[in-house]
Structure formats: structure tokens, C-alpha cells
Nanobody, 125 residues
């Protein structure tokens, strides 16, 4: 079992930046692949980015490539999402997730076992 708590969301103008954090506790954080998802009002939760257990591999959705960077600190048991050049369409609740049952490359929410409660990101135009 692992507990995940996101933070760092807020209101930002288009073109601005935010860094989200996801603090993990419980079982060994460093053993899990991790991911970020987001859900906008009226839409399904969608994949944003993923990182392998040791940070050696990353995967990003096309919509955020070149703007968002996923990283992790296995000493601090924390996952990060640096978001630059934010757009109004990035407005959503952002969730971190852990332990994809299908291993590396998982992009569907049902593949992940553990979820945080989410943090709101609002980008104004």
C-alpha cells in the first residue's frame, strides 16, 4: 500500500509555470513506476506523463511534449511535474498515480493501483 498526496496546484496566467509535487508514503516509493493524469470538467481522465522506477525512462502525452517535465526524487519519496508554457486547455485536476499493473508504458487509468486525491490547476487566458 502506498499513499499519495499532491500539492502545488493553483491559478496561473497563460504562458506561466507551475510545479506539482506528489509525496508518497507507505511502501517503497522507489519500486514503482509513477504517472501523472489530469481530468477536466466533463472529460475523462487522461494520461499526462510517466516515469520509470529509477527515473531512467519518461513518457509524455503529445499534448504536453516540450512543455511538461516529469521527474522524481527517490530519496525524498516525491514525484514532480514541472509545467511550463501553460495553456487554458491545461486546466484540470491533476492526479499522481503509482504501480501500473501492466508495467512500463501504461497510459490508462485502470492500469494504476494507487491514486492521490488530486490538485486543481487553473490557467486563465
Amino acid at each position: 500500500q502506498v499513499q499519495l498526496v499532491e500539492s502545488g496546484g493553483g491559478l496561473v496566467q497563460a504562458g506561466g509555470s507551475l510545479r506539482l509535487s506528489c509525496a508518497a508514503s507507505g511502501r517503497t516509493f522507489s519500486g514503482y513506476h509513477m504517472g501523472w493524469f489530469r481530468q477536466a470538467p466533463g472529460k475523462e481522465r487522461e494520461f499526462v506523463a510517466a516515469i520509470s522506477w529509477n527515473g531512467g525512462r519518461t513518457d509524455n502525452a503529445d499534448s504536453v511534449k516540450g512543455r511538461f517535465t516529469i521527474s522524481r526524487d527517490n530519496v525524498k519519496n516525491t514525484l514532480y511535474l514541472q509545467m511550463n508554457s501553460l495553456k487554458p486547455e491545461d486546466t484540470a485536476v491533476y492526479y499522481c498515480a503509482a504501480d501500473p499493473t501492466t508495467g512500463w508504458g501504461a497510459r490508462r487509468q485502470y492500469e494504476y493501483n494507487y491514486w492521490g486525491q488530486g490538485t486543481q490547476v487553473t490557467v486563465s487566458s
